[in-house]
């Protein structure tokens, strides 16, 4: 039985005061300098930032970033603010839930084929595990990687149905493209279908999402590539959240209230 199973779901309010209470949501750690450093980054073209995905010439002025950024993840649209706390409003965490709920719902329906990934094993391993779990339960496939592919100077495989980067016996924070793009270019050296939804986050979900597979992402308030995309069409869904708060516990709830809001518990 999945995690999330084990509680009752959270209503709408009490999952936002969740969000603020554990720092997922509200005044979050990730500091504005920070944000605005990464804001400006992306919009120079610093390919890092982009997360595999292709702005071309459409992101080069950071106010239009930071713009995106309070409409979609709610960090302090003023831009003379520019160190000292941030936010990501809870409110827009929810809605993305509830989108990405509709997406699952969608999944569950076609028993699509589903691949699970993540940059962050250390906070976000759980929630994609937990609902992979359940999307298989409904009758999805699973998508199950190639052995041996490599990215990055590391391994990329799969450990409770997520693929991760993994160096040294480790596994690997990462914003980096490439090993999604080893996941799939291996899927098609096998001759094996691509999967028809791709939830992740960083530049496991650009990836996916460049190449034109439908795909939900996590984002922290200094991503913002993954909140372009989703502005422009590339992403279905991008969920504003801090990324790695103190516990991954933290995240339990709000994996309960997809999963419920998608009608799999």
Known sequence: MPIASAAAAPSRAELVDHLVRTRIAGEVATPRENNLSHYRRLANGERHYWFGLEFGERWVDEQDVLAVMAERCGVVDDPHHRQG???????????????????????????????????????????????????????????????????????????????????????????????????????????????????????WAGCAGQRGIDAVGFADCNDPALFLAEAEGTLQVTIPLDDHVQSPRHYDPLTTYLLDAAGLR
Not at 135 to 147: M, Q, S, Y
């Open 85 to 203: 706390q941030d936010t990501i409003d809870p409110e827009l965490t929810v809605d993305a839930l509830d989108r990405t709920a509709a997406v699952l719902r969608k999944a569950a329906a076609g028993q699509h084929r589903v691949l699970f990934a993540t940059g962050h094993p250390g906070g976000l391993l759980d929630v994609h595990r937990a609902t992979a779990e359940a999307l298989r339960a409904a009758g999805c496939e699973i998508v199950v990687i190639p052995d041996g592919l490599r990215a990055d100077d590391g391994m990329v495989f799969q450990f409770a149905d997520v693929a991760m980067l993994e160096r040294g016996a480790t596994l690997w924070h990462t914003h980096s493209p490439e090993p999604m793009a080893a996941v799939l270019d291996g899927l098609e050296r096998a001759g094996r279908p691509l999967p028809d939804l791709v939830m992740a986050d960083h530049g």
